[in-house]
């Protein structure tokens, strides 16, 4: 639970505004420095870098590319003895992000190859991906978009929403919009209820979905306001991103259920990220932890092959032996789907265990979540 809120004039009490929390982002390693002054003997450093410098100077160089920033409340997680803290972990710059060892593309899902007008993503046939800010309340240095989230050049001008609009209401075809980014929320009300209103307009949409992490990095966004506003616009779905149970605060839980209470249906995908997740004790209580507050997991990610981020992956296998600990043993509803998104733009694919195999004779026979075999009357024909 966050017990302090870091600013850049140092500690200060909770429950401010969100937009003062976003003025007060922890924005450079010097700033984190003196916000955390414990940081540099702490396990997880130690674990990350030589020196400060080397943590200066790595951070420093990143900037440009992809910028460090974290909120008060965010830090106000971070554990000092945990050397893989989940949280620090999540946020912290490393020189792997400089010189990746193995991943090399910037953009392997072809998302900017899709664009049908720049800022629209439309991979399948029914449904399109609007980047509608490049802002972020924290970059989280795993992040798939890396290659232009955080950078000024790459937010949508006003033309370029007029001609995704049009596009969208031009192609029948296309029954779902995602607002994503960058931080679909830190546009203002105003902003998003103008974008809502104009896509409820087109009678072809099937569903508009937010893509967006405030609820856990900055839940103070979802304010009584917000929640009324997304209440005219019903039904909506807001697919926030927990990646840890450390996430879980009543801060975040209070977000969901202003969310929730305002008709909005508030799903969950997750990143499986190494030393962060990756394990079944971590997804079990992060999915019964998002229960508890009423958010059902939707998906989890295998780690895109971003440059700069293959420090984060963990293997398929690892996912597949949590998602077999996860079944039968935990309630249906807490399960997600895990899903790799093919390199080179072919699409999310589900990536499952077989519980249906073959006996000696090569009849079809179905394994329980125990491992016992079983036979259907049906299969018999
Ligand atoms: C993930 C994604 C979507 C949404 O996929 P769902 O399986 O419907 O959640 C849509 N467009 C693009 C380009 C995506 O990457
Ligand atoms: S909130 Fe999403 S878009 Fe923003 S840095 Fe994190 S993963 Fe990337």
Redesign the pocket.
């Known amino acids: 639970m966050a017990e302090q809120i870091y600013t850049k004039r140092g500690p200060v009490k909770q429950n401010y505004g969100w937009k003062e929390e976003l003025q007060n982002r922890i924005e450079s390693a010097e700033a984190l420095l003196a916000a955390l002054p414990w940081l540099p003997d702490s396990p997880v450093f130690r674990r990350l870098y030589k020196s400060a410098d080397e943590f200066v100077q790595t951070t420093g160089a990143l900037a440009s590319g992809f910028r460090f920033s974290v909120t008060p409340y965010y830090l106000a997680l971070a554990n000092r003895f945990n050397p893989f803290c989940p949280i620090l972990l999540q946020v912290l710059p490393q020189s792997l992000e400089l010189v990746d060892p193995v991943f090399a593309r910037p953009d392997p899902?072809a998302?900017e190859q899709?664009q049908a007008v720049p800022g629209l993503?439309?991979?399948?046939p029914d449904?399109?991906?609007w980047y509608l800010s490049h802002n972020c309340a924290v970059y989280c240095r795993f992040c798939m978009r890396k290659r232009k989230v955080s950078q000024a050049d790459s937010a949508p001008t006003k033309e370029q929403r007029q001609l995704a609009l049009q596009y969208i209401s031009s192609n029948p075809q296309i029954k779902?919009v995602?607002l994503s980014g960058g931080d679909p929320l830190s546009l203002s009300d105003s902003s998003l209820n103008e974008i809502l209103a104009e896509l409820r307009a087109i009678p072809h949409l099937s569903s508009l979905?937010i893509h967006t992490r405030m609820p856990v990095t900055l839940p103070a966004r979802i304010t009584t306001e917000f929640g009324e506003m997304l209440r005219k616009h019903f039904p909506v779905t807001l697919?926030t991103h927990f990646n840890h149970a450390v996430e879980i605060t009543p801060e975040a839980a209070n977000a969901v259920k202003t969310l929730r209470m305002n008709g909005v249906l508030v799903l969950n995908?997750t990143v499986l990220l190494k030393h962060v997740n990756d394990s079944l004790s971590a997804q079990e209580d992060l999915l019964l932890g998002l229960l508890r507050i009423g958010v059902k997991p939707?998906?989890l990610h295998q780690c895109d092959e971003v440059r700069g981020v293959s420090h984060f992956r963990a293997s398929t296998e690892t996912g597949l032996q949590i998602l077999a600990g996860l079944q039968g043993r935990n309630p249906g509803i807490a399960i997600p789907k895990y899903?790799l998104?093919l390199p080179g733009?072919g699409?999310?694919i589900p990536l499952e265990n077989d519980y249906r195999v073959q006996d000696a004779d090569g009849d079809p026979v179905y394994r329980n979540f125990r491992g016992h075999l079983f036979k259907t009357s049906g299969d018999l024909e």
């Open positions: 899902l998302e899709h993503t439309h991979r399948y449904r399109v991906l779902e995602i979905r697919v995908q939707y998906y899903v998104d733009g699409g999310k």
